[in-house]
């Protein structure tokens, strides 16, 4: 198996998902400490990357330390903070109506950027929506008529259409619920509008931050994730190692039909590290 004439003992940089690969819920999943802490002993570096724009850097960060596994918020990235620096970065002006929960207003507001979430007005009609620049979309579990009226006004007057990921469903212990995805498959519907900026994977504008923060190139990272469509799709167009785990979104047979197949398909983090450190 060799990538540009590397082999997997040259791989520096293990860029994690969270959910579903490191863990579900409130639980690490088996053996991640472990395994986590061994790669950390070989040498590697790693990044945490998360779709879930839910909370900032510190909570996800504070949430690792809780289930043994150490870690300091620049050990983290999120699709809520990539799209704010994004913005901050190409469209400082811009006033934004997002559809978020209120950590995610807040870490764009941190980035000096105009946020607002909420219009005067009856959501059950046409809304005056003059001064919004852009629609943001992320994962808001407060999603209603009222968030999403406003979105589809603001869109169809011309208002540029920004995401923070696109997943489909959000893994919880005992099945999914719906993620950003769906609100974005409900306003593309029914405006005819596509997302201009996704932040989260398999973005590259995450890869981007990743590759940044890890500084390392692409062929000397390995991605690790239980989604094929997103995290191993991240991994594979940015000419990384791909490593799929069976602990979250992702089959055995599903892996194995995608062409080209991630390098390594594992039960969990514990057979990649065996298989990395030791194969």
Known sequence: MRKNNLTPADIQGVILDLDGTVYLGEAALPAAPKAIAALRTAGKRI???????????ENYAAKLVRLGIPAEPDDVITSGYVLARHLARTAPDQRLFVIGEPPLLAEMRNQGLDVI????????????ISG???????????????????????LMRGA??????????????????????????????????KVEALAGKPSPIIVEVALERLGLP?????????????????????GMWTAVTLTGASGRADAERLQPPPDFIVANLWELVTALLQG
């Open 47 to 57: 990044l945490f990357v998360s779709n879930k724009p839910l909370y900032p850097r």
């Open 117 to 128: 979430s909420d219009l005067p007005g009856d959501a059950r009609e046409v809304m005056d």
């Open 132 to 154: 919004v620049d852009g629609v943001v979309v992320a994962f808001d579990r407060t999603l209603d008529y009222r968030k999403l009226n406003i979105a589809y006004q603001a």
């Open 160 to 193: 540029h259409f920004y995401a923070t990921n696109a997943d489909k469903a959000c893994p919880m212990p005992g099945g999914f619920i719906p993620d950003a995805g769906a609100t974005i498959a409900a306003l593309k519907h029914i405006t005819g509008r």
């Open 218 to 238: 692409p062929e000397r990272c390995l991605m690790v994730g239980d989604r094929l469509e997103t995290d191993i799709r991240m991994g594979q167009q940015a």
